[in-house]
């Protein structure tokens, strides 16, 4: 039984990612592959294309979706062992997991991070208790600490842009008004360090990820030198990592404009904040390859989908 839960997952990104882009010029090719299995939709928090790709993949797989927002809908879960369920909590995960399990062949779960509770978020405390009790597979749909749906769309479209057999590809730090988790730059980081690629990441001081991330990355604290010949420049803001989940850098200089982009590709997850992450010219632009990215998502999920299926099978 497979797991999607992190880029670990993947035992050969080359094969996935081609594979996907093979399911992209025929969707439905494997439409018995999901016939009478039901994929569960799990969100505890908003989405707009994680939503809405996923269910397009397991559709065109012909699986049936049922989706739960959990954060609004769902009783509130306990994760302790042994706590006295006397506060807020109305339901353990160890029942919730095991119920949602006798109802789903496959449950997809957005659960981000809390950002001020390091630790916790850092044990993935949602995704891994829904591991531990479930009695099916798992699919991450961002969790705490990774995006991995959003790292393989990511994935797909740098290999259907790119022209050079080694791209400079630049990870941005950017403003924004809120604190944002770290689960998309970590994702992309591990993306990728499996690419042959010259890989820089840029960000004020003060604002690096997680070393178990970044360990033997390049990491230049001057934008502009880092974006001197991007081949793509993929844009994400992150909370800070140090004082854990607090914005203490909105500086504007990091807005990235045309003129810092030069002549390379713009990729971002969206959702995004014009004119705070990334000036409309740039979105607006053919550079700009967001559009593209929220298509392969689509893919993404398929592929991690149809493994996962394989595996029951
Ligand atoms: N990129 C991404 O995951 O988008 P949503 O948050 O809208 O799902």
Not at 30 to 39: A, F, I, N, Q, V
Not at 162 to 188: D, E, G, I, Q, Y
Not at 304 to 312: F, G, H, P, V
Request: hydrophobic fraction near 40%; proline fraction near 4%.
């Amino acid at each position: 039984m497979l797991h999607y839960l992190s880029l670990k997952d993947i035992d050969s990104l080359p094969n996935w990612v081609e594979e996907a882009r093979s399911l992209k010029t025929n969707p439905k090719h494997h439409k018995g592959l999901g016939k009478d299995k039901t994929l569960g939709l799990l969100f505890f928090n908003n989405s707009l294309r994680t939503r809405l790709s996923t269910q397009k993949a397991a559709m065109n797989l012909g699986m049936e979706v049922i989706v739960m927002n959990f954060g609004s809908e769902g009783w509130a879960l306990e994760y302790g062992d042994g706590t006295i369920m006397d506060q807020g909590s109305s339901e353990h995960v160890k029942e919730a997991a095991q119920v949602i399990s006798q109802y789903c062949d496959i449950i997809g779960i957005r659960a981000f991070a809390s950002l001020t509770n390091k630790e916790e978020d850092e044990a993935e405390l949602v995704l891994e208790s829904f591991k531990k009790y479930a009695t099916v597979p798992i699919l991450n749909m961002e969790s705490s600490v990774g995006h991995p749906l959003q790292a393989l769309a990511d994935a797909i479209t740098l290999v259907e842009n790119n022209t050079k057999p080694k791209p400079k590809v630049v990870l941005s730090w950017a403003p924004h008004p809120r604190a944002l988790p770290h689960a998309v730059a970590n994702s992309f980081v591990e993306m990728m360090q499996r690419q042959d690629a010259d890989f820089v990441i840029t960000h004020p001081k003060g604002y690096e990820l997680s070393e178990n991330i970044t360990k033997g990355c390049t990491i230049e604290y001057d934008q502009e030198k880092a974006l001197e010949n991007a081949d793509f420049v993929y844009v994400k803001n992150w909370s800070n990592y140090t004082n854990y989940g607090q914005v203490i850098n909105k500086d504007t200089n990091w807005t990235i404009t045309l003129k810092k982009l030069g002549q390379a590709k713009f990729m971002h997850c969206l959702p995004v904040r014009r004119n705070v992450v990334v000036a409309d010219e740039v979105l607006d632009s053919s550079q700009s390859l967001v559009i593209e990215q929220a298509n392969n998502r689509t893919y993404a999920a398929q592929i991690a989908l149809k493994k996962i299926l394989e595996s029951l099978s």
